[in-house]
């Protein structure tokens, strides 16, 4: 059964750093493409980043790029989210979700429940 | 990077209803287009990937259709349970964008 929990969210001040956690059950994150979503509150989707299948190639949302950074350890199933430098933009509800693999076009079939990060003095 | 323009912005229908939500991208992204239903405090839920493939568990009343810049999602019969808010997204090129969403409410 796939299975994707995000923890490590909570309340942070602009400027420090935050790591979320997404442990993954029922496949590997090392044969998926995976990628990060947030939604700010009451707001849309927006899509953060994404890690290739071999881990090679990492891929940002402008709003992001330089600040944050996208890992997986493969030995613990787990995906990680660096979040350095944040802002109160960065305050949203944050998802892990299963990529593609090879062959297979189907992404996004899979998401966690969400870890909230807020931003705030 | 790709915008995607999604419409309407809200529907309102009844049960039993046909509808129809539309998104435009602003450069071809051949058929790498996604639509996704997300009901309040939950995760969302792939409905179509690749524009009209249907997501394993899916009711057939959704269907999508569309390649190049346009793309439509339509509920053939609208129940109960399908109220919610839909986004499309598209998967051809980072950064994988997402329409604005259209929240569809019961008349």
């Known amino acids: 059964q796939v299975q994707l929990v995000e923890s490590g969210g909570g309340v942070v001040q602009p400027g420090r750093s935050l790591r979320l956690s997404c442990a993954v059950s029922?496949?590997?994150?090392?044969?998926?493409?995976m990628h990060w979503v947030r939604q700010a509150p009451g707001k849309g989707l927006e899509w953060v980043t994404l890690?290739?299948?071999?881990?090679?190639?990492?891929y940002y949302a402008d709003s992001v790029k330089g600040r944050f950074t996208i890992s997986r350890d493969i030995s613990r199933n787990t995906l990680y989210l660096q979040l350095n430098s944040l802002t109160v933009d960065d305050t949203a509800l944050y998802y892990c979700?299963?990529?593609?693999?090879?062959?297979?076009?189907?992404?996004?079939?899979?998401w966690g429940q969400g870890t909230l990060v807020t931003v705030s003095s | 990077d790709t915008q995607i323009i999604q419409s309407p912005s809200s529907l309102s229908a009844s049960v039993g209803d046909r509808v129809t939500i539309t998104c435009r991208a602003s450069?071809?992204?051949?058929?790498?287009l996604n639509w996704f239903q997300q009901k309040p405090g939950k995760a969302p839920k792939l409905l179509i990937y690749?524009?009209?493939s249907l997501q394993s568990g899916v009711p057939s009343r959704f269907s999508g259709s569309g390649s190049g810049t346009d793309f439509t999602l339509t509920i053939s019969s609208l129940q109960p349970e399908d109220f919610a808010i839909y986004y499309c997204q598209q998967s051809y090129s980072t950064p994988y964008t997402f329409g604005q969403g259209t929240k569809l409410e019961i008349k």
């Open positions: 890690m290739s299948i071999d881990g090679s190639a990492k």
């Open positions: 029922g496949f590997s994150v090392g044969t998926y493409t």
């Open positions: 690749t524009a009209s």
């Open positions: 979700a299963r990529g593609e693999m090879p062959t297979i076009d189907v992404e996004f079939d899979y």
């Open positions: 450069q071809t992204i051949s058929i790498y």
